[in-house]
């Protein structure tokens, strides 16, 4: 912000706010980074099985993917998705969770344009 500008130009709240949309974009690309591995975590934490945990991460990136997150992928074992009932579960899971989600980042980067 130049040392001319006060809080009654205009242009003051967009350099005020400029560098928020770089600090989004890193905390956002932290979160992914870490997510799936604590995810995992807090679903073994709530006693669900490998299987449901297999299928949950499957499921997150396809949800991701189908919400418009090309940095991920469509993912489905599907021979686990038919014999593994767990894996099926936390497979639909994931995509509603994770797909509704990245739907609302969406929204909200749309909103305020970061």
Known sequence: ???S???GDPG???DRHSGCGAVFALLAFALVACSEQSVREDLAEEGRPP???DGYTDGCR???FRA???RYAY???AARYRAEIPYRQGWNRGVEECARGQRRLQGFVDETGY
Do not use: R
Request: zero cysteines; hydrophobic letters at 50%; aromatic letters at 14%.
């Open 75 to 77: 993912v489905k074992d």
């Open 12 to 14: 003051f709240y967009m």
């Open 51 to 53: 299987a449901y945990i």
């Open 1 to 3: 912000m130049s040392a």
């Open 5 to 7: 500008m006060d809080i």
């Open 62 to 64: 396809t949800g991701l």
């Open 68 to 70: 418009g997150d090309t």
